[in-house]
């Protein structure tokens, strides 16, 4: 018994029953019994001819048994009923999750008004529920079916975006799971995208929470809307957190603003090393066309790339491009994948259309974004410092837009890229981040502690080395207000007291004079002197004043002014008055004056002489000035008050390099601590005035005006 395969092109392949087979001429029929292929060995050519039972090659079919047949013919139909009884089932709702059912109203009894045009915390929220001394209390709702009266779905289930909004804040230190004790609440209703959502329906499901009322204290997370949606919402006193604010619909210290997420460039990967940075200025446009309707005058010279959506019919593309890919953009000449061709440009014009994700897309990138003025609201403006991040510009500037990017300088592009990307990676790389970075800017403004909430927003990550553009080490590396030491969290009203720490060498009579000047201070607990001389001991207990303030005298190995801040243990107060063995100009109630305000402003530093620095632009230096004028930056730590906190970041957590500077040029000391208080804080030091004394004629020569 033999079998074989024949086709019209090649040759016929013979297999007898012993497993031998050969190749036999084109066209040759071969005849005889038929059996399976079995082991036929393909080197053997000697073979009986048998019957032809089907062909092999281009164009062959081979015959098929009936029983095959009927096996594959039923597995489809099989497979077909089965996806026909799965989407079925899936449009009934079987195969969604398996929440508890609520029932709306009817249309015509939901009577929730419209979104007030002004509102503000006081009128449009309950503070009676919140306390500023704690943390936000938010209550997300549970997950529920939303039914009509017919047992119809009135809203689709939660998007996977949404869905992770929930999640984060339950996983988060804002959880509440009582509503009694809830100060801000989360629906579960999905409003992210309000442009393809049923307003009525929406209002239906928010008038039907039990906790909902007016809309008071309720927040509502949308990246998709306009401004017609907010007015035709019906949604009573509720909060929107929404991407793509125009100035004239967002409500000031009421609403948040945050950026338009693109899921799938946010979690688009992109390249280890980054290309060189070819390209000035990179236009990135929401449609064909817009360049000259969005930004008139704008030069597009070589060092300008223009991106628009990729035509499906365009030759770049080679009419495989569907338009609006989010993953392609196309320039006048070659297309480019996105959003890594952001990695090309230094800076990105953002559109002026504010509902667009261009934003984060060159966050991500470390393209510094530059903004036209009044064209949006940038996302938690409150809490980030945008212009250390962004550029912001008038739209008669466009013509000269290029020639300003090209004069900042490497140092300063570097240092923006690194805070737009620092931006992203905590506040916008996921819809949780953002949900809790949403969450932080309501408990800000109801949080009576303001310290540290300026670098909890604008914290770097790294410094730069302006040598190279290496990462240094880090300056500040703590996680915002709620990772502060607690002695800091404390408000600093019920502070009592406060040490003095004064820096002395060898002035030995000038120092006593300032130590019985001082010493009726009623705050005063404590004096330290840190005698900065290694090479002499302090004077004997015998030469030093009685005082009715405890003193304490510390030896230092070496003469260095940034003795004056170290963080000794031996101080057992919150606040510090620096203070130098020369100043006697100050009396004990002007030193209690300038406590009490410390104590109002605790994270600042509260001092007596003022300096204001400024850069001369004849010889390209800062410099700064003593003389009386109207405007301060600075003030001299030879008399000022500050936390004790800075003086463990100056001495621990300060760049080495700074400490280096002061103790080989014996000065400067006091710049380095303006320096890092404001960088801290984001503030300006506080002056405060001495009292002026006036002649009084009719006074004795004891009294004056001001004692009067």
Same mark, same amino acid.
């Given at each position: 018994?033999?079998?074989?395969?024949?086709?019209?092109?090649?040759?016929?392949?013979?297999?007898?029953?012993?497993?031998?087979?050969?190749?036999?001429?084109?066209?040759?029929?071969?005849?005889?019994?038929?059996?399976?292929?079995?082991?036929?060995?393909?080197?053997?050519?000697?073979?009986?001819?048998?019957?032809?039972?089907?062909?092999?090659?281009?164009?062959?079919?081979?015959?098929?048994?009936?029983?095959?047949?009927?096996?594959?013919?039923?597995?489809?139909?099989?497979?077909?009923?089965?996806?026909?009884?799965?989407?079925?089932?899936?449009? &009934?709702?079987? /195969?969604?999750? =398996?929440?508890?059912?609520?029932? +709306?109203?009817?249309?015509?009894?939901?009577? $929730?008004? *419209? #979104?007030?045009?002004?509102?503000?915390?006081?009128?449009?929220?309950?503070?009676?529920?919140?306390?500023?001394?704690?943390?936000?209390?938010?209550?997300?709702?549970?997950?529920?079916?939303?039914?009509?009266?017919?047992?119809?779905?009135?809203?689709?289930?939660?998007?996977?975006?949404?869905?992770?909004?929930?999640?984060?804040?339950?996983? &988060?230190?804002? /959880?509440?799971? =009582?509503?009694?004790?809830?100060? +801000?609440?989360?629906?579960?209703?999905?409003? $992210?995208? *309000? #442009?393809?959502?049923?307003?009525?329906?929406?209002?239906?499901?928010?008038?039907?929470?039990?906790?909902?009322?007016?809309?008071?204290?309720?927040?509502?997370?949308?990246?998709?809307?306009?401004?017609?949606?907010?007015?035709?919402?019906?949604?009573?006193?509720?909060?929107?957190?929404?991407?793509?604010?125009?100035?004239?619909?967002?409500?000031?210290?009421?609403?948040?603003?945050?950026?338009?997420?693109?899921?799938?460039?946010?979690?688009?990967?992109?390249?280890?090393?980054?290309?060189?940075?070819?390209?000035?200025?990179?236009?990135?446009?929401?449609?064909?066309?817009?360049?000259?309707?969005?930004?008139?005058?704008?030069?597009?010279?070589?060092?300008?790339?223009?991106?628009?959506?990729?035509?499906?019919?365009?030759?770049?593309?080679?009419?495989?491009?569907?338009?609006?890919?989010?993953?392609?953009?196309?320039?006048?000449?070659?297309?480019?994948?996105?959003?890594?061709?952001?990695?090309?440009?230094?800076?990105?014009?953002?559109?002026?259309?504010?509902?667009?994700?261009?934003?984060?897309?060159?966050?991500?990138?470390?393209?510094?974004?530059?903004?036209?003025?009044?064209?949006?609201?940038?996302?938690?403006?409150?809490?980030?410092?945008?212009?250390?991040?962004?550029?912001?510009?008038?739209?008669?500037?466009?013509?000269?837009?290029?020639?300003?990017?090209?004069?900042?300088?490497?140092?300063?592009?570097?240092?923006?890229?690194?805070?737009?990307?620092?931006?992203?990676?905590?506040?916008?790389?996921?819809?949780?981040?953002?949900?809790?970075?949403?969450?932080?800017?309501?408990?800000?403004?109801?949080?009576?502690?303001?310290?540290?909430?300026?670098?909890?927003?604008?914290?770097?990550?790294?410094?730069?080395?302006?040598?190279?553009?290496?990462?240094?080490?880090?300056?500040?590396?703590?996680?915002?207000?709620?990772?502060?030491?607690?002695?800091?969290?404390?408000?600093?009203?019920?502070?009592?007291?406060?040490?003095?720490?004064?820096?002395?060498?060898?002035?030995?009579?000038?120092?006593?004079?300032?130590?019985?000047?001082?010493?009726?201070?009623?705050?005063?607990?404590?004096?330290?002197?840190?005698?900065?001389?290694?090479?002499?001991?302090?004077?004997?207990?015998?030469?030093?004043?009685?005082?009715?303030?405890?003193?304490?005298?510390?030896?230092?190995?070496?003469?260095?002014?940034?003795?004056?801040?170290?963080?000794?243990?031996?101080?057992?107060?919150?606040?510090?008055?620096?203070?130098?063995?020369?100043?006697?100009?100050?009396?004990?109630?002007?030193?209690?004056?300038?406590?009490?305000?410390?104590?109002?402003?605790?994270?600042?530093?509260?001092?007596?002489?003022?300096?204001?620095?400024?850069?001369?632009?004849?010889?390209?230096?800062?410099?700064?000035?003593?003389?009386?004028?109207?405007?301060?930056?600075?003030?001299?730590?030879?008399?000022?008050?500050?936390?004790?906190?800075?003086?463990?970041?100056?001495?621990?957590?300060?760049?080495?390099?700074?400490?280096?500077?002061?103790?080989?040029?014996?000065?400067?000391?006091?710049?380095?601590?303006?320096?890092?208080?404001?960088?801290?804080?984001?503030?300006?030091?506080?002056?405060?005035?001495?009292?002026?004394?006036?002649?009084?004629?009719?006074?004795?020569?004891?009294?004056?005006?001001?004692?009067?």
């Amino acid at each position: 018994e033999s079998l074989f395969f024949c086709s019209a092109d090649v040759d016929c392949l013979h297999c007898d029953p012993s497993g031998h087979c050969a190749m036999l001429g084109l066209g040759r029929k071969p005849n005889g019994p038929s059996t399976s292929l079995g082991s036929c060995r393909w080197s053997d050519l000697a073979c009986k001819q048998g019957p032809l039972i089907g062909k092999v090659g281009h164009g062959s079919a081979v015959r098929v048994p009936v029983a095959v047949k009927i096996f594959v013919i039923a597995f489809f139909i099989c497979l077909t009923l089965c996806l026909s009884a799965t989407w079925v089932l899936y449009q &009934s709702g079987w /195969f969604k999750a =398996d929440f508890p059912t609520t029932v +709306v109203r009817d249309r015509k009894y939901v009577n $929730l008004p *419209l #979104l007030p045009r002004d509102c503000s915390v006081r009128q449009c929220f309950d503070l009676s529920r919140c306390r500023a001394s704690e943390r936000l209390r938010v209550f997300v709702y549970p997950t529920v079916n939303f039914l009509d009266g017919h047992g119809s779905v009135v809203l689709d289930a939660a998007s996977l975006e949404y869905s992770q909004i929930l999640d984060a804040v339950r996983a &988060s230190r804002f /959880f509440e799971s =009582d509503p009694e004790k809830a100060c +801000v609440f989360l629906p579960a209703v999905d409003t $992210l995208n *309000l #442009l393809r959502a049923d307003l009525s329906n929406v209002s239906r499901a928010l008038d039907s929470l039990p906790w909902f009322a007016n809309g008071s204290n309720h927040l509502l997370v949308s990246m998709l809307f306009n401004v017609g949606h907010i007015t035709a919402l019906r949604a009573g006193n509720v909060m929107l957190a929404g991407a793509g604010f125009h100035p004239t619909s967002y409500r000031q210290n009421f609403d948040v603003s945050i950026p338009l997420i693109n899921p799938r460039t946010v979690r688009a990967s992109l390249p280890t090393h980054e290309r060189l940075r070819q390209f000035t200025l990179i236009v990135p446009l929401t449609d064909s066309g817009q360049l000259e309707e969005q930004f008139p005058g704008l030069p597009v010279s070589k060092d300008v790339l223009v991106l628009e959506r990729c035509a499906a019919d365009s030759p770049l593309t080679g009419g495989h491009s569907r338009y609006g890919d989010e993953r392609r953009r196309c320039s006048a000449s070659s297309q480019h994948s996105y959003p890594a061709v952001l990695l090309r440009g230094d800076f990105c014009l953002l559109p002026t259309v504010p509902t667009t994700p261009v934003l984060v897309d060159a966050a991500k990138t470390g393209c510094i974004p530059i903004v036209l003025k009044g064209s949006r609201v940038l996302p938690f403006t409150e809490g980030i410092d945008w212009s250390g991040a962004s550029i912001e510009i008038y739209k008669d500037q466009l013509q000269q837009l290029t020639g300003i990017l090209r004069a900042i300088s490497m140092l300063k592009k570097e240092e923006m890229r690194q805070q737009v990307r620092n931006l992203f990676d905590r506040f916008f790389q996921s819809p949780g981040k953002l949900a809790l970075a949403v969450l932080q800017t309501i408990e800000d403004r109801l949080s009576t502690n303001t310290i540290g909430q300026h670098h909890f927003w604008n914290k770097a990550d790294v410094l730069v080395d302006p040598r190279g553009l290496e990462p240094m080490q880090p300056l500040l590396k703590m996680g915002g207000p709620h990772s502060l030491p607690l002695f800091m969290l404390h408000p600093a009203r019920q502070t009592r007291h406060f040490t003095a720490v004064i820096l002395s060498y060898d002035r030995f009579k000038t120092l006593v004079r300032v130590l019985k000047k001082i010493d009726p201070t009623p705050s005063l607990v404590k004096i330290i002197v840190v005698w900065n001389n290694q090479n002499t001991k302090p004077p004997p207990e015998s030469s030093w004043p009685r005082l009715n303030t405890s003193l304490q005298v510390l030896q230092s190995r070496y003469n260095r002014l940034n003795n004056r801040f170290i963080p000794f243990k031996e101080i057992e107060t919150d606040c510090i008055l620096a203070l130098d063995d020369d100043i006697e100009m100050v009396t004990p109630d002007e030193l209690e004056f300038g406590f009490q305000v410390w104590k109002e402003f605790p994270d600042r530093l509260v001092g007596f002489p003022g300096r204001l620095h400024t850069y001369n632009t004849t010889t390209h230096r800062y410099q700064y000035s003593s003389k009386w004028g109207s405007e301060l930056s600075m003030v001299l730590t030879g008399a000022a008050f500050h936390h004790k906190y800075y003086s463990y970041l100056y001495t621990y957590v300060m760049p080495k390099a700074i400490r280096h500077w002061i103790n080989k040029h014996m000065n400067c000391e006091d710049i380095a601590m303006n320096y890092l208080v404001a960088g801290f804080t984001g503030k300006p030091p506080i002056k405060a005035t001495p009292k002026k004394r006036f002649r009084c004629e009719r006074c004795s020569a004891n009294e004056s005006l001001w004692d009067g």
